[in-house]
């Protein structure tokens, strides 16, 4: 699976990330949205996609933290951007990738598709990629519920 990157998790990126999911600072979300937005448009550097997705956060993180943060994240590049955004992925259970060992976040979370996403090629969406693990597993599930392609963009990657 392709996975492509807006910025290092460094400097002010990092910061807006930091800020929008562990202090909810929602205006943050626009910011790094123009960040990943030229990614999604013509000439596409992610390879053609017919919607946008997002690796959605735990239930008990988004009710703690009252958002989903890649949520807002890729509503906004999506509109940014001008393509079609959807709710593909639920999260099954509560793992936690961030703060996590290297072998836990290799396993990655778990997640279950929606099947209108067969037959389309799929950009899914996440903010900080480190291992690739949660955009895999996310892939995994999306192609096993039918899509045809899954292209991972990431706000930002660790290097």
Request: hydrophobic fraction near 50%; aromatic fraction near 4%.
């Amino acid at each position: 699976m392709q996975v492509v990157a807006a910025s290092r998790f460094e400097g002010r990126t990092r910061d807006a990330v930091i800020g929008l999911k562990y202090r909810n600072e929602r205006r943050n979300a626009r910011v790094l949205a123009g960040l990943v937005a030229p990614l999604l448009v013509e000439p596409m550097v992610v390879a053609p996609f017919d919607i946008l997705t997002w690796v959605p956060t735990a239930d008990s993180r988004r009710r703690e933290r009252g958002i989903d943060h890649a949520e807002l994240i890729a509503r906004h590049a999506g509109a940014l951007a001008g393509v079609r955004t959807a709710r593909l992925l639920r999260r099954v259970g509560s793992s936690q990738q961030t703060g996590a060992v290297r072998s836990v976040r290799l396993a990655g979370p778990a997640f279950v598709a929606h099947a209108r996403c067969a037959g389309l090629r799929v950009a899914v969406l996440d903010d900080v990629v480190t291992t690739g693990a949660t955009l895999r597993a996310a892939g995994r599930a999306l192609v096993g519920a039918g899509a045809d392609a899954v292209i991972g963009v990431a706000v930002a990657d660790v290097g």
